[in-house]
């Protein structure tokens, strides 16, 4: 059984730091994963999608990459904006039906 | 383009009563999917419709049922709604089951029971 996990839950820094946020995967054999933005009690917009076959997916300031081997991705931030407040979620699809398990999330404050 | 739109928005229900949530898709979407979303849960899959005509359990089907009334619309029904069902419901579609395909999501159902 698929299980996502994200570390930590919650981060905070000051404006213009580049950071990294974690999502490990217990099962490697993965079709694609996801990386949403929610801001609060809004939906889920996506940020990036990474195909199994690839290794990172850029757009923007975001860079997400993702190894199947270690059962990890990151999603990188390039000199981080207060508007980039929000939580993040990265989810994976393991079945040919296209259900995406979620792990939890990372709240991230960017602070002026 | 509307994406996916969900409502009602927001609504309260007594303990026992009934409702049903609704799901549109404009984008022509083969797959919808239902999530709850709930503090420290991370989003939980409910039910999914891989293609028209089916539907299947997901990871906390206990409670609800769903039709998928055409290729645009999925609802998802509450028959006797208990506080546990308390929660953020979120509808989301994709265009074809799996492989490398991104998903979309509504802006969110806010349920309280009370």
């Known amino acids: 059984k698929q299980e996502v996990t994200q570390i930590p839950a919650a981060l905070s820094v000051p404006e213009g730091e580049n950071l990294v946020l974690n999502c490990s995967f217990t099962?490697?054999?993965?079709?694609?994963l996801q990386w949403f933005r929610q801001d609060p009690g809004k939906g889920l917009t996506s940020l990036l999608l990474?195909?199994?076959?690839?290794r990172e997916q850029t757009s923007g300031r975001l860079n997400a990459s993702l190894d199947k081997s270690s059962g990890r991705s990151t999603l990188y931030i390039a000199a981080s904006q207060p508007g980039d407040s929000a939580t993040y979620l990265c989810?994976?699809?393991?079945?040919?039906?296209?259900?995406?398990?979620f792990g939890q999330g990372t709240t991230l404050q960017v602070k002026p | 383009n509307a994406g996916v739109t969900q409502t009602p928005k927001f609504q309260v229900l007594k303990t026992g009563q009934s409702m049903t949530l609704q799901c549109a898709q404009d984008?022509?979407?083969?797959?919808m999917y239902w999530y709850r979303q709930d503090p420290g849960m991370g989003l939980r899959l409910i039910y999914y419709?891989?293609?028209?005509?089916?539907?299947d359990k997901g990871e906390v089907p206990n409670g609800y049922n769903v039709s998928r009334l055409n290729k645009r619309e999925f609802s998802l029904r509450l028959e006797s709604a208990a506080p546990s069902q308390t929660s953020v419901y979120f509808c989301?579609?994709?265009?074809?089951?799996?492989?490398?395909?991104?998903?979309?999501f509504g802006q969110g159902t806010r349920l309280t029971v009370v």
């Open positions: 989301a579609s994709k265009p074809t089951g799996g492989w490398n395909t991104e998903a979309f």
């Open positions: 099962d490697s054999a993965i079709y694609n």
């Open positions: 990474i195909q199994s076959s690839q």
């Open positions: 989810a994976a699809s393991s079945s040919n039906t296209g259900k995406l398990i």
């Open positions: 984008m022509n979407h083969n797959s």
């Open positions: 419709s891989a293609s028209e005509g089916t539907t």
